[in-house]
């Protein structure tokens, strides 16, 4: 007894008439589509959406090691084994993006032969992820850069507070102090202020920085901070809910523990006092 294909399959024939209905299809309706040609055997193509692709290759992160050196900054890719130096981060990373490029084209013109060695197989994840990039901009994104250890115990100086606020899309805003907020992806908030008094090259306290790290811009760990201060994604420190594709078919998810009931929000002390920024938990 033939088992019935749980993706829906198109012949190549098929296919090939009906081409721009089944790109509608897979691409605005997110539906994934195998195709089949019989030539000697069962081919079969598989076609993805974006967005499904991304969540398949989501959680190969690329991790770049960063390598101060007596010249300027040196930046390693340690999965792909690649590297670029530069006068500063900036100029390093533009170095970087052009090796990874070339590295990307290279090992998917070679892919038949890189499946066949264990070593560069499991690359594919990392790759692909790096190869759907759009542009420049999204591939030095994707490629986060980690600090050498040395770094996480430093403190950072109240400019660069304020960077990092403006390159991972702070909300700014002005009243007695600069503040900056942003909402996160499970409906709460981050959020930190500046005082005017502060000069924006004196160094964030020793009992100040903490908190504002953990507790206000609610990072996973302090070197998130340094990975965000260039515009590399960060993780905060919020639980990892998965969306559902069909809400409306699932119960009523519970707020998350801790969270104020009936999507009420309660108010969250900020460094040296003043305003504080309002954290909400939305229900659904």
């Given at each position: 007894?033939?088992?019935?294909p749980m993706m829906d399959e198109i012949q190549f ?51 770049v090691d960063y390598l101060p050196n007596e010249e ?213």
């Open positions: 007894m033939t088992a019935t024939s098929q296919a090939k008439s009906r081409l721009s209905e089944i790109m509608d299809d897979v691409v605005h309706r997110e539906h994934p589509k195998a195709v089949r040609r019989e030539r000697g055997g069962s081919e079969v193509m598989y076609l993805l959406p974006r967005e499904v692709l991304d969540a398949v290759i989501g959680a190969a992160r690329v991790t300027g900054i040196g930046l390693w890719v340690n999965d792909l084994d690649i590297g670029a130096d530069g006068a500063d981060v900036d100029e390093a990373r533009r170095n970087l993006v052009r090796a990874v490029r070339s590295y990307v084209a290279n090992f998917l013109g070679e892919l038949p032969i890189y499946l066949t060695w264990p070593d560069r197989a499991r690359l594919v994840p990392q790759v692909l992820r790096l190869a759907v990039a759009r542009n420049d901009d999204e591939l030095a994104r994707l490629l986060s850069i980690r600090p050498p250890p040395n770094m996480l115990g430093r403190r950072p100086t109240w400019a660069q507070v304020r960077r990092f606020c403006e390159k991972q899309a702070f909300r700014p805003s002005t009243t007695d102090h600069d503040f900056y907020d942003k909402r996160l992806p499970d409906g709460s908030t981050a959020g930190t202020k500046i005082s005017f008094n502060r000069a924006e090259t004196e160094t964030v306290s020793p009992p100040l920085w903490p908190r504002i790290w953990k507790r206000q811009l609610r990072l996973r760990s302090e070197d998130d901070f340094w990975r965000g201060l260039d515009g590399a994604p960060v993780e905060y420190d919020i639980p990892r809910i998965a969306e559902p594709s069909q809400p409306s078919r699932l119960p009523r998810t519970p707020p998350a523990r801790g969270s104020p009931p009936n999507g009420r929000c309660h108010r969250r002390d900020l460094a040296g006092g003043g305003t504080a920024a309002p954290q909400c938990m939305v229900q659904p």
